[in-house]
């Protein structure tokens, strides 16, 4: 496998230089700030991902602010009291997008943040804890105890709510075949996120770099070149 040293060579000449690509790093949220997450804001993330799976993300911005009120703030505890009218009644409610799977999502998803907050403390003491070296296992619960959280989905929470992870995304897919992984060109089969798994965890070993910037800069080394506008621009899921 090629060393990360020789990745990280190619994407500081893509943009500019050392300095450059550091410019373009954020830092994944520590363990501290991770703990501090509110029960409720990590159901309105999951919420969020899951609705933007196969959809414009740019409507689902648009339209949060309904979101919010429709589902209550996503305060897991009042949500599961509600009735089944009271979710019945959202299929039809114009301050969302009225996509009854993904809407009656939101009610499993809130009583599997209130399982995790009971055997943890909370969802986001939970995710403290869970290592980085291990995304595989997390993605895998997130699959079978969530609703749609399953796939890219799943990647997708977890690097919005800042745990420290990588993305298979297209061209992170790319810089790990031409690294000589032997992969899929989607990474879609649990061979292949092991696969992935390992040589994430080979190169944080060598370079100390949190996961994270591992999988930023493997983005950024190869593929269509952006420019630190366009990459601003462009969704987290690219990186």
């Avoid at 230089?17 to 550091?22: F, I, T, V």
């Avoid at 009120?69 to 039809?92: H, I, N, R, V, Y």
């Avoid at 969802?123 to 890219?152: C, Y």
Wanted: charged share 30%.
């Amino acid at each position: 496998m090629t060393s990360f040293k020789v990745i990280r060579a190619r994407a500081e000449k893509r943009k500019g230089g050392p300095k450059a690509l550091e410019k373009l790093l954020r830092p994944p949220a520590d363990a501290k700030a991770l703990a501090k997450l509110c029960d409720d804001r990590v159901l309105a993330e999951m919420t969020r991902r899951v609705f933007c799976a196969g959809f414009a993300w740019s409507v689902i911005d648009a339209k949060w602010e309904g979101f919010e009120q429709a589902f209550l703030g996503f305060q897991p505890a009042k949500l599961a009291f509600k009735s089944d009218e009271f979710w019945e009644k959202l299929t039809s409610d114009t301050r969302i997008v009225r996509n009854g799977a993904k809407i009656m999502s939101v009610r499993d998803n809130g009583r599997f943040v209130q399982e995790i907050a009971r055997e943890h403390g909370s969802f986001g003491k939970f995710l403290a804890a869970w290592p980085s070296s291990d995304e595989v296992g997390l993605l895998d619960l997130l699959t079978k105890r969530g609703s749609r959280l399953g796939g890219n989905t799943g990647q997708m929470l977890l690097r919005f709510l800042g745990w420290d992870g990588f993305v298979t995304s297209r061209d992170v897919v790319a810089c790990l075949r031409d690294a000589g992984l032997d992969i899929a060109e989607e990474v879609k089969s649990k061979r292949d996120l092991a696969k992935v798994q390992a040589q994430f965890n080979a190169w944080a070993e060598e370079t100390g770099l949190s996961y994270l910037h591992l999988s930023r800069i493997c983005a950024m080394s190869i593929g269509e070149n952006h420019t630190p506008e366009e990459i601003v621009e462009r969704t987290r899921s690219d990186y």
